[in-house]
């Protein structure tokens, strides 16, 4: 069973082959996250998708209290060890690594970052898989992380502005085609979309056969 929990924007705890999976912990200053960095007392892996405030948030605070491994591009990991995070883990665009059963395979974003580049990424365990597109605009490589890794779990950014908007992402939803979808990336900003009605409304009319699920911050979708 593979428990996904949202924080809230971009923020996830993933429960999957007995390993928490954290990705963008930006909890403190996020006004949706119902919980703050300090209540987070587990965690075996923390990704981070790029550097921006909103993603990176207290990631390595959460390191060196509960000892998780930082995830990121390597440019970003190396100012994580600067930063006293102990346990690092520096990858590049189509790197796997294996953490005690659970995979994680970074693959490209298109957005922007400060230090390396913005990443996505491919949550594998139990014989399923998630992916976390971070922030990104639609790409028609976006097809074949969908054949290359057949995500059960598509956690896709519709607010706009930043990243793509509804319709843009209902197009990102038929290229992956995973079975489920849940939004991401929105109503924490005023520029950002405040709802997610219209994406379900796309997603139903361009890809009825994907479940969209709306998860409330705080809410949990297993499978």
């Known amino acids: 069973m593979v ?12 429960e999957i082959a007995n ?12 006004p949706t996250s119902p919980v703050k960095a300090s209540k ?9 998708t790029h550097d921006h405030t909103d993603h990176l948030g207290e990631a390595f605070n959460i390191c060196k209290r509960t000892n998780a491994t930082f995830m990121a591009v390597i440019d970003l990991a190396t100012c994580a060890k600067e930063e006293g995070v102990n346990r690092i883990e520096g990858l590049n665009i189509g790197g796997t690594i294996d953490v005690k059963g659970v995979k994680l395979t970074m ?7 400060i230090k390396g ?31 290359i890794y057949n995500p059960e779990v598509a956690l ?22 995973p079975k489920v979808v849940i ?17 379900v409304k796309y997603v139903n009319e361009k890809a009825p ?4 699920v709306v998860l409330k911050p705080g809410e949990a979708y297993q499978f």
Do not use: C
């Open 19 to 30: 390993q928490t999976v954290l990705i963008d912990p930006w909890l403190d200053e996020n």
């Open 107 to 113: 693959v490209q974003a298109f957005h922007t970052a």
């Open 156 to 177: 896709i950014p519709i607010g706009g502005y930043y990243t793509m908007d509804a319709k843009q992402a209902s197009e990102a939803v038929k290229l992956l085609n």
């Open 209 to 212: 056969q994907v479940k969209t």
């Open 40 to 48: 987070i007392t587990k965690a075996d892996i923390v990704y981070v």
């Open 117 to 147: 580049v913005p990443t996505g990424v491919v949550v594998e365990g139990e014989g399923k898989s998630v992916y976390h597109a971070g922030d990104t605009g639609i790409f028609g490589d976006m097809r074949l992380i969908g054949e």
């Open 3 to 14: 428990k996904i929990t949202w924080f809230g924007h971009a923020a996830f705890k993933i």
């Open 183 to 199: 939004p991401m990336h929105y109503k924490t900003f005023p520029v950002l979309a405040q709802s997610p009605d219209k994406f």
